[in-house]
C-alpha cells in the first residue's frame, strides 16, 4: 500500500530565507512523487514531479524537491522565500491519476 | 487557453434540493475526477472517470453522482442524501488514468 505523511502543518519563514517542506512516503516499487500548491479560494496547482533520474528536480516558480530514496522523502525546497510563496503545498505519491494519494497538506507562512 | 474550468465558484443549495456543479475541460485528457477538500483538511476522492461512458466511486461517494457522456465534461450532483456537504469541490482531469493530475479553480458549496 502506498503512503504519503507531511509531518508538519505549519512552516514559518522570514522572505529572503530558504524555504523546505517536509515530504515522506512509503511505496511498494519505483515511486511517482508530486508537489502541488494551493493558494487561497483556488484550486491546486502542479509544481513539479519525480519519476525517474536526476534526484534534484525542478519546477515553477523557482521550487525544487530532492528525492532520497534511502530516506523515503521528497522534501520541496527554495533557496529564497517570497511573501507570495505563503500558500498551502500538497506532497503526493503515484502511480497518477486515480490511485495518486495525497498528504494532509502543509502551509506555509513567508513573513516579510 | 487550455484548462479545466468549473462552475459556479460559489453555490448555495437549501436542505433536501439536489444540486449540479460542472466542469469542463479542452485538454483532450481521457480522465476526470472530483474531489471534495473541507476547510484545513486534505483531499479526498468521489468518483473519477477514466473514459467516456465510464465512471467508478472514490472513497466518498455516497451521496454523490456524476455523468461522464461526453469527453470534455464531467458533471457532479450532489444530493439530497448527503448530509453534510458543505465543503470546497475540485474537479481535475489527466491525460489517462496513471499520469499527472490538473485541477480546476473549485467551486464552494454551502448549505443554507
Known amino acids: 500500500a502506498q503512503s504519503v505523511a507531511q509531518p508538519e502543518d505549519q512552516v514559518n519563514v522570514a522572505e529572503g530565507n530558504p524555504l523546505t517542506v517536509k515530504c515522506t512516503y512509503s511505496v511498494s516499487g519505483n515511486p511517482y512523487l508530486f508537489w502541488y500548491v494551493q493558494y487561497p479560494n483556488r484550486g491546486l496547482q502542479f509544481l513539479l514531479k519525480?519519476?525517474?533520474?536526476?534526484?534534484l528536480v525542478k519546477g515553477s516558480y523557482g521550487f525544487e524537491a530532492e528525492f532520497n530514496k534511502s530516506q523515503t522523502s521528497f522534501h520541496l525546497k527554495k533557496p529564497s522565500a517570497l511573501v507570495s510563496d505563503s500558500a498551502l503545498y500538497f506532497c503526493a505519491v503515484g502511480p497518477g491519476g486515480f490511485k495518486t494519494i495525497f498528504g494532509a497538506g502543509t502551509r506555509l507562512f513567508v513573513k516579510a | 487557453d487550455g484548462g479545466i474550468t468549473q462552475s459556479p465558484k460559489y453555490l448555495f443549495r437549501k436542505e433536501g434540493q439536489n444540486v449540479t456543479l460542472s466542469c469542463e475541460q479542452n485538454?483532450?485528457?481521457?480522465?476526470m475526477y472530483w474531489y471534495r477538500q473541507d476547510p484545513g483538511q486534505g483531499l479526498r476522492l468521489i468518483y473519477y472517470?477514466?473514459?467516456?461512458?465510464?465512471?467508478q466511486k472514490g472513497d466518498i461517494a455516497e451521496g454523490y453522482s456524476v455523468s461522464r457522456e461526453k469527453k470534455e465534461s464531467f458533471p457532479l450532483t450532489v444530493t439530497s442524501a448527503q448530509k453534510n456537504p458543505t465543503a470546497f469541490y475540485l474537479c481535475a482531469s489527466s491525460i489517462d488514468s496513471g499520469n499527472t493530475i490538473y485541477f480546476g479553480e473549485g467551486s464552494w458549496l454551502t448549505v443554507v
Open positions: 519525480y519519476i525517474t533520474g536526476d534526484n
Open positions: 472517470s477514466q473514459i467516456v461512458n465510464d465512471f
Open positions: 485538454l483532450n485528457h481521457d480522465a
